[in-house]
DNA sequence: ACTTTACCTCAAGTTATGTTGAGGTTTTAT
DNA sequence: ATAAAACCTCAACATAACTTGAGGTAAAGT
């Protein structure tokens, strides 16, 4: 069937995510759906790319909040199209290399002030990286704020 | 006070974390006290470098659980010398470096796949990188298992 | 027609990592 | 000696990101 819409199951199958998932994300509007006559949930084909955009994100370390927080930035009345998935893509991108460049920075101090008695100090590069992240929100486990 | 021992709110004070983390860390068996006569905890100056190094591990996207597996591997009757905390610091330092790697292609197929139809099939890269990493335990945030 | 599968809602449970608060004891400072 | 600061335990709350289950409806297969 030349399916325009999808139903939850389908999507569900189709991204590898469970239903209860996709309530999830409808509720915290990354998602929506409209009913049909029985009260089921109907998407659009575009539901699959954003689902697999909120999992990829998800793996770069992004929370729920950033990523509505980056959806709200797509259009609302169209359809979003290449153009505007790029930009949301850059924006991640540069998120992405900054926390790369944060990982290497800690790798690269780790064996350093492990061994030595700088770790509880003041000093230690380990313990108070110079630079932090602007993350937005309640950051991601992988990074905590200016303590 | 040549102080061989110290209280909680001590090492709480010199590492930067609540009292109530300590309590927390005791309990899943991170560090270990014992009481005086008022049943207040104790605890010798390596735990200093135990919780310090907690944090570190932390901000590498380590869970409580891996580090205390790694935990575990340090000598119970001694205290850990510099040697054992640079054992530690060699394991994770390729553990940092797979999740640096990670993130670097799923930096580089970014780009290439947001735009594209393929995040939403089977053979997009971002979707299924080929290579997963080894992480034992219920795995960091920032990865997630073969799905 | 009837059964099975899919779907619905809403509440409660789960894991990780702690924090907060109540009610009570110890230490420390004055 | 007394008041303040620090500590104790234990239970409950907080957040993220979902999952599970109960009780009931809709759609699909035979």
Request: proline share 3%; aromatic share 8%.
């Given at each position: 069937?030349?399916?325009?819409?999808?139903?939850?199951?389908e999507v569900?199958?189709?991204?590898?995510v469970n239903v209860s998932?996709?309530?999830?994300?409808?509720?915290?509007?990354?998602?929506?759906?409209?009913?049909n006559q029985g009260n089921q949930r109907r998407y659009k084909l575009d539901v699959l790319r954003r689902v697999s955009v909120i999992k990829a994100?998800?793996?770069?370390?992004?929370?729920?909040?950033?990523i509505k927080g980056a959806f709200d930035s797509l259009p609302d009345a169209r359809t979003p199209d290449k153009d505007d998935w790029a930009a949301l893509s850059l924006a991640w991108q540069s998120?992405?290399?900054?926390?790369?460049?944060?990982?290497?920075?800690?790798?690269?101090?780790?064996?350093?002030?492990?061994?030595?008695?700088?770790l509880s100090m003041?000093?230690?590069?380990?313990?108070?990286?110079d630079d932090e992240l602007a993350a937005q929100g309640p950051g991601p486990v992988i990074l905590d704020r200016k303590a």
């Open positions: 069937m030349a399916d325009r819409e999808l139903s939850v199951g569900a199958r189709r991204c590898g998932a996709l309530h999830f994300y409808e509720q915290k509007g990354l998602i929506r759906s409209w009913r994100a998800q793996k770069m370390g992004i929370s729920l909040q950033g998120e992405l290399n900054e926390r790369i460049n944060y990982l290497e920075r800690l790798r690269d101090s780790l064996d350093a002030c492990i061994g030595c008695g700088c003041k000093s230690c590069p380990i313990y108070n990286p």
